[in-house]
């Protein structure tokens, strides 16, 4: 079982938190139609909070911290901008 699932056991049951972390490593070529190569790492952490105040009304909220490490020629596009940010709610 993961660590949501720990805290998860330690809330009342109309509360529910859930994490999630990525990362991973990626290499391009051929940017801009030039021989140039680039390797960076991508990583991003995620976490989830549900409120479920009656059983027809939950409240729902997700942020996420993004960002690229390593790029020598690729500036991190908006998803990797190292910014913390709501994605839903």
Same mark, same amino acid.
């Given at each position: 079982?993961?660590?949501?699932?720990?805290? !998860?056991?330690?809330?009342?049951? %109309?509360?529910?938190? /859930?994490?999630?972390?990525? /990362?991973?490593?990626?290499? =391009?070529?051929?940017?801009?139609?030039? &021989?140039?190569? @680039?390797?960076? @790492?991508?990583?991003?952490?995620?976490?989830?909070? %549900?409120? #479920?105040?009656?059983?027809?009304?939950?409240? #729902?909220?997700?942020? #996420? !911290?993004?960002?690229? %490490?390593? =790029?020598?020629?690729?500036?991190? &596009?908006?998803?990797?901008? /190292?910014?913390?940010?709501?994605?839903?709610?």
């Amino acid at each position: 079982m993961g660590t949501a699932g720990c805290v !998860d056991a330690e809330l009342p049951t %109309s509360l529910q938190f /859930n994490g999630q972390y990525r /990362n991973r490593v990626e290499r =391009s070529g051929g940017i801009k139609f030039t &021989p140039a190569a @680039d390797t960076y @790492d991508l990583r991003h952490l995620r976490l989830e909070l %549900s409120i #479920q105040l009656l059983r027809w009304l939950t409240f #729902q909220a997700e942020t #996420q !911290d993004a960002e690229v %490490s390593f =790029s020598q020629k690729i500036p991190a &596009p908006p998803p990797y901008a /190292n910014t913390w940010d709501l994605r839903q709610a």
